[in-house]
Structure formats: C-alpha cells, structure tokens
C-alpha cells in the first residue's frame, strides 16, 4: 500500500527549482513531488461549545432546509443603573420595555417571531461555564405574552416616545406584574448590585419555532447605551411628569446562549449522518454550524506511514493545503457563507489542540472563506511533518466555523468523493531526502 502511494507521488513529480542547481551535485539533487490524492475520511458530528458571556446574545428561530430547526435566546443577569433609587412616594407603573440593541442578523428577518421572557428562580454562577444546552431553572409565566416581531437589523432610526433612538433594536413590553415587583423591592435591594441580584434574579428571553425560514439575531447585550431594561413610572402627586429607571447587562454579569437544535427536521442526507450514525455519507458532503451545533471531523489515515519504505531517507513536507469547498448544489442566498472557520486537531481523549501551523499567523494558516476557490483553505505543513516523524499521534482533525458560541451561521461541504468537481482534498508538495 506504502509502496503503492509512493509511486504514484513519483507519478505526480515536478520540475524542480532552477536557481541554485549549479552548487549541488546530481547525486545529492532534491527531488520535489505533489499529490492530491491523499486518502481522507470524514463525517461530521454534534458539538458542544460554552456559551457564557459570549460577544453576543442570541434571539430567534430558524428553519433550514439541511439542517433543521434551531431556536436561540439567552439567560442574563441585570444590574442597577444608580445606586440608592427610590421610586418616591405612591409611584405607579406606566410600562417596563426590555429593549435590545441589534447587533447583526442571519437568515430571513421578515418572518414573524414569537417571544417569551421568564423570570429566573434561580442564581446564575460566575464558577460556571454555562454551555449552549445548559439551562436555569424559570417562572413559568411569560412576561412577554407571547409577543410578536419582526426584527429591523437595516433600520436606525427608531421613535420612541418624544425619542429618536439611531439604532437598530427590538423594543418587548413586559408585563405590569414583573415591573411593579421591581418598582416595589425593599429600599435595601437598590443599594448594592449584588442585593439587587440575589432580589431579581434576571431573565430568559427566546422565542418559539418557525414554520417558514426565519431568522437568529445577534443582540448586543452589554451595549448599554440600547440594550437596557426600561421601567416607566410617575408618582402620584406629579402624574404629569414622566420618569424612567433603567436596568442594564455589562461583562461583570453572567449571561449565556441556549440553543434548541431539532436535527430531525433537515434534509435526508443529513439525518442520515448525524442522527442515524451513517458516518460513511460524509465522503460525499460534511456539515459545520455554529451555535453549538456541527463540527466534521477529518482523518488522514495513512500519513504516519509515508516514511516506512523510505530505507535512509525521509519525507520533508514543503507545504500542505487541505481545501475544504462549499457546496454549490446545497447553497442557499438566505444563508450566507461564513467569513471564518477554525481547524484544531485531537488528541486520543477527543480533547483538541492549536495545531503548531495556527502560530504562524492567520495570512499563513488560512481559514478564510475563498469566494474565488469557493472554499476554505488551511496550510498544515508542520502538522503533516509531526505525524510523519512520530512527534504527534495521528487522531484527525476537528474543523468548524468560528464564533461557535454567538453567531449564527452554516456551511455545507463537498466530502472527498463528492459528486461535485470540486472536491475535498490535501495538496501536498514534499521531498525525498537522505538521512
């Protein structure tokens, strides 16, 4: 088999580089060879990924043609805007208003979306990683009554009151219930943050499947100039002067993502894959989604081998391309190619590792969507290298798209023996040389 696969490198030899030629004798010339036909095996699996105080919130549901559905929203802590508040004598309740700043969207945002906002019983851990299936103990009262929206991820400017908000959010009124028990708190409640929390324990926000494509919002939930918690009131000797209390989000509070992925309803192929263990579909198409959601694990299963015909010489690895294309027949508008992906490798407890290419910077490693190639190319020349020599055991790699934890996106991947022409492949340019 080695003495197969050598040959047909011999096969693929190219004309080596000219300059310098003249310093080195022929018996001592390095010949330079390229392959492409590397054996690779690949399947895709679920992933796991820890959500917790993430770049952004996420809100929303999705419904994909490959991948099913998908229903985000987020656990959060609030803070207190001022120390020390007092709602004056008699107040009385005009409106609480959870409002999100929108930080970015995928999928279809002219779908209507049904939200709910449960309140906590129960503490979040700053101890605690908190991953994209992880979930907190809530009311079962819905202080937003099932309300509908549709986001506006293009619209800055927003009437508010006798306010023009320049932003793109989503205003949820919540219900008088849960904005008079804030107004009404013990007066010691409001003097410290941590008092505050242990009092009002925060809230869950998601929404409910939908039946037509929809859309996952990113929400920029410590923008605290938009995102806030907005309590309306007046007092009962001033009823004409309107006043606001405002409760907000920053990195010092626990927030985290849970996502409810329902695989069952993707394409056949791909329940085939990862929901009925079919692994050997992967040779024709593989699958990355973050939130939590899909990553495909790729093997080359004969490299450590390269070298075991190879009596006093051995194989110098000049470079390594694994290119990974986007399939064209599955592609869709609404779900637009990631910018980012990530390629990590095992280690034989299926813990993951930087591959030592990674430290030689993103313009060398790669990982960015080739919209000329239509793929995504990494370089894992001193990989190949340390499983060749032995210094690392071959147990594949993990590939999956970056921002796992707070964005929303999706790839489809042609396998190695696709039925499209542009297929998964290693290109690997080497040398022969003597010990």
């Not at 970015?104 to 906590?120: F, K, S």
């Not at 396998?415 to 690997?428: A, F, H, T, Y």
């Amino acid at each position: 088999m080695i003495g197969m696969l050598l040959l047909a490198f011999a096969a693929c030899r190219k004309s080596p580089e000219t300059i310098g030629n003249n310093l080195i004798s022929d018996s001592d010339y390095i010949g330079v060879f390229h392959t492409d036909t590397v054996e690779i095996e690949c399947h895709s699996y679920k992933d796991s990924v820890s959500t917790k105080n993430v770049s952004y919130a996420l809100l929303g549901s999705m419904k994909d043609p490959v991948f099913g559905n998908s229903e985000a929203g987020f656990y959060t802590q609030f803070r207190l805007s001022l120390a020390g508040q007092s709602f004056g004598t008699a107040p009385i309740l005009d409106s609480l208003v959870l409002q999100l700043s929108i930080g970015n969207y995928y999928g279809d945002t002219n779908v209507m979306q049904t939200v709910h906002v449960y309140e906590l019983m129960d503490t979040l851990s700053g101890s605690s990683p908190y991953y994209n299936h992880s979930t907190v103990e809530c009311s079962p009262i819905d202080h937003a009554n099932g309300y509908q929206f549709r986001p506006h991820p293009r619209t800055t400017k927003h009437v508010v009151g006798s306010d023009t908000v320049n932003h793109a959010i989503i205003r949820i009124p919540l219900s008088a219930v849960l904005g008079e028990y804030l107004m009404n708190l013990d007066s010691t409640a409001y003097t410290q943050p941590d008092y505050f929390k242990n009092a009002f324990q925060g809230l869950y926000v998601t929404c409910d499947p939908v039946s037509q494509p929809g859309a996952i919002t990113s929400i920029s939930l410590t923008d605290n100039t938009y995102t806030l918690l907005q309590l309306y009131y007046h007092n009962e000797a001033t009823p004409e002067k309107a006043m606001r209390y405002d409760y907000y989000v920053t990195s010092s509070d626990v927030y985290f993502n849970h996502i409810d992925h329902d695989y069952t309803q993707g394409s056949p192929d791909f329940v085939d894959q990862l929901i009925n263990g079919h692994d050997e579909m992967g040779q024709q198409t593989v699958y990355v989604q973050t939130m939590g959601g899909v990553r495909t694990h790729i093997l080359m299963p004969n490299i450590e081998h390269w070298s075991d015909t190879l009596e006093g010489s051995y194989i110098v690895i000049n470079e390594a391309k694994l290119i990974l294309p986007a399939s064209e027949m599955l592609s869709d508008s609404l779900f637009r190619l990631p910018s980012n992906f990530i390629l990590l490798g095992f280690n034989a407890d299926s813990t993951t590792f930087l591959l030592p290419d990674y430290y030689e910077g993103s313009g060398y490693f790669g990982g960015t969507y080739n919209s000329t190639e239509k793929a995504v190319v990494f370089r894992i020349s001193e990989y190949m290298q340390n499983i060749i020599t032995g210094k690392r055991e071959n147990h594949g790699l993990s590939f999956g798209i970056n921002g796992a934890g707070y964005s929303a996106q999706r790839m489809v991947v042609n396998g190695p023996q696709s039925m499209e022409d542009n297929k998964m492949r290693l290109e690997v340019t080497y040398s022969i040389v003597s010990e």
